[in-house]
């Protein structure tokens, strides 16, 4: 079983940068690889972002490629997400995963999410 904390969501300005993180618990944090999805209102979860377990490669969804920045301290058993030039359509609460295996759309652990306003 694994715990997942997230926090660091709130309300900014579009063109703005919030740095969200995900305190994770319960098993060997650097045994499984980690991501963020995202649910605005109204619409289905959506993957953002995902690293591996060592951190050596991330992949992105194209809608965050080169404004959000997925990152993971193995020591701290936390991963982070640097969102940047921040957009009202970033609006959602984003989740913390954990993946199953090697999946990149199969998870076994989720939190229970922090929301993200940016108004315009």
């Known amino acids: 079983q694994v715990q997942l904390v997230e926090s660091g969501g709130g309300l900014v300005q579009a063109g703005g940068s919030l740095r969200l993180s995900c305190a994770a618990s319960g098993r060997t944090f650097s045994s499984f690889a980690m991501g963020w999805f995202r649910q605005a209102p109204g619409k289905e979860r959506e993957f953002v972002a995902r690293?591996?377990?060592?951190?050596?490669?991330?992949t992105y969804a194209d809608s965050v490629k080169g404004r959000f920045t997925i990152s993971r301290d193995n020591a701290k058993n936390t991963v982070y997400l640097q969102m940047n030039s921040l957009k009202p359509e970033d609006t959602a609460v984003y989740y913390c995963?954990?993946?199953?295996?090697?999946?990149?759309?199969?998870?076994?652990?989720w939190g229970k999410g922090t929301l993200v306003t940016v108004s315009p």
């Open positions: 690293i591996t377990r060592s951190g050596g490669s991330t």
């Open positions: 995963a954990v993946f199953k295996g090697g999946s990149y759309s199969l998870v076994d652990y």
